[in-house]
T-cell receptor
């Protein structure tokens, strides 16, 4: 079964709005990462958050991690049409360098 | 610039044939991975390697094999292709940072395989 599960499965918003997607996982992790996949392409790493961190920022991206709830969220502020993509969380269990990917959230940003 | 490439990008084959998908990286990463991506399943790990001559089975390894004879390449072989192996295949590489206990993967563009 998947370690990370993204929610919602699909999200459709207008340009300029914020997009929030969530990731829940089942077992203790060492770190969690978010990746983006544009249609027909490979995944691209966006941001990493360690288990002892609660929040990280990178440009218009904000990631939070709540280890007590075993969940993470990715916020994209002031979205653009170019943000249209699928977003995946990847969890790394303690002592492992093998990521487990969720099924992803498909984000569509309408211009 | 360092990169990771896959070939072919598209492949159509028949049931029962042997197929090999190539993956080549110039990052000089020790770790290499093969995933398949299917609707409703996300990314599933097939095989991975931590270095030359090292290979390990992933979650969905049945019917697949890999070999690692050098740092740059990890070819994926489907011994006898089945329709259930129709999928998009992604190769990735990474260099684990044991100091920070982190690992970031770099993905190839994918190979779309259709087994008829």
């Amino acid at each position: 079964s998947q370690q990370g599960e993204e929610d919602p499965q699909a999200l459709s918003i207008q340009e300029g709005e914020n997009a929030t997607m969530n990731c829940s996982y089942k077992t203790s992790i060492n770190n969690l990462q978010w990746y983006r996949q544009n249609s027909g392409r490979g995944l691209v790493h966006l941001i990493l958050i360690r288990s002892n961190e609660r929040e990280k920022h990178s440009g218009r991206l904000r990631v939070t991690l709540d280890t007590s709830k075993k969940s993470s969220s990715l916020l994209i502020t002031a979205s653009r049409a170019a943000d249209t993509a699928s977003y995946f969380c990847a969890t790394y269990s303690r002592g492992s360098y093998i990521p487990t990917f969720g099924r992803g959230t498909s984000l569509i940003v309408h211009p | 610039d360092a990169e990771i490439t896959q070939s072919p990008r598209h492949k159509i084959t028949e049931t029962g044939r042997q197929v090999t998908l190539a993956c080549h990286q110039t990052w000089n990463h020790n770790n290499m991975f093969w995933y398949r991506q299917d609707l409703g399943h996300g990314l599933r790990l097939i095989h991975y390697s931590y270095g030359v001559q090292d290979t390990n089975k992933g979650e969905v390894s049945d019917g697949y094999s890999v070999s690692r004879s050098n740092t740059e390449d990890l070819p994926l072989t489907l011994e006898s292709a089945a329709s259930s192996q129709t999928s998009v295949y992604f190769c990735a590489s990474s260099e684990s940072n044991r100091l920070t206990a982190t690992d970031t993967q770099y993905f190839g563009p994918g190979t779309r395989l259709t087994v008829l």
